[in-house]
């Protein structure tokens, strides 16, 4: 299966990145297909996934956009222990992205040249592979670096792109401090309250989704000492590489679900009976921490 290697995942991302970066900037923004804040950009990089899943495959790929797709001739019910589940968030961060590419000429290659570097200010794509009840993979790729930041049976990786290809690859660290500042999503009441229950009260406001958990690494750019990054609520797609980087943390992450149904940090196993339930599986929402191991965890 395509998507069964984190390799070829990345080998299919990069080189879509880089037809992105050709495009004329105005011809990749504005209302796309789907949500209704679905933009051009999110459905470039959902249908370049989706392209890669070939006819017949056992492969469920899951997103805001198109919901849940599973390709014609798939004969293995989606979500069952040997289907290929793939939970994809197109673009995070796609309102700075959209803002950076508005009212500018030029291709995108161009506009990105003139933007400041950094790991978690950028808009990204992530991909997390789950088969047989286990994590296989999770990445997120810099949209703007084509950097991507990985967790796998190789350990956590920064796997650092020139020109569309991975020019080397480099462990990512993970942070020390007993810290009990944590990173949340708070734009709405409603995520301010849900954190707020689950017993924080010193908490920075984060615009990043799935690569907010490189707020507990090396690559913690944002000037901050952070203890974990919590979901209040917030839909898997921003939660779940989290979590995929506790896994293959070599247990220098720990984590907290509140439905230990969908994931046990104690097994490691992930089970997916509550996707096939449900008409939008990416409509799934949890409240999770993964922390350093000094950060309170709620009980």
């Not at 799935?210 to 507990?216: D, E, G, I």
């Not at 779940?240 to 220098?252: A, M, N, Q, R």
């Not at 984590?255 to 089970?271: K, Q």
Request: aromatic share 8%.
């Amino acid at each position: 299966m395509t998507y069964q290697s984190l390799e070829s995942t990345i080998e299919i991302l990069a080189a879509g990145r880089q037809e992105f970066l050709t495009r004329r900037a105005e011809d990749v923004i504005g209302q796309g297909k789907g949500k209704e804040d679905t933009l051009r950009f999110d459905n470039f990089f959902e249908d370049l996934l989706i392209r890669g899943i070939g006819r017949g495959e056992a492969v469920v790929l899951v997103s805001e956009e198109c919901g849940k797709y599973v390709p014609s001739g798939n004969t293995v019910p989606p979500f069952a222990d040997n289907s290929l589940t793939l939970i994809v968030d197109p673009v995070d961060m796609s309102d700075p992205l959209d803002e950076m590419l508005k009212h500018k000429s030029g291709t995108v290659q161009a506009v990105f040249d003139k933007q400041p570097r950094s790991h978690l200010n950028a808009p990204v794509v992530s991909v997390t592979a789950i088969q047989d009840r286990g994590i296989l993979y999770t990445l997120m790729m810099n949209i703007i670096t084509g950097d991507f930041y990985t967790a796998s049976q190789e350990g956590l990786q920064w796997q650092r792109a020139a020109n569309g290809l991975i020019i080397d690859s480099v462990p990512i660290g993970i942070a020390q401090n007993d810290a009990q500042t944590v990173v949340a999503y708070t734009g709405k009441q409603k995520y301010v309250d849900a954190v707020t229950a689950l017993g924080y009260t010193d908490v920075v406001h984060a615009e990043e989704g799935p690569h907010r958990v490189l707020y507990l690494t090396s690559l913690n750019d944002s000037g901050r000492t952070i203890g974990g990054v919590v979901s209040g609520d917030e839909k898997v797609a921003e939660w779940l590489p989290w979590i995929g980087f506790e896994h293959f943390s070599g247990g220098k992450l720990v984590s907290w679900i509140r439905d230990p149904t969908f994931y046990n940090p104690a097994t490691g196993e992930c089970n997916l009976q509550a996707f096939s339930e449900l008409k939008n599986p990416s409509l799934y929402r949890g409240d999770v921490v993964v922390a350093l191991p000094g950060c309170r965890l709620p009980e």
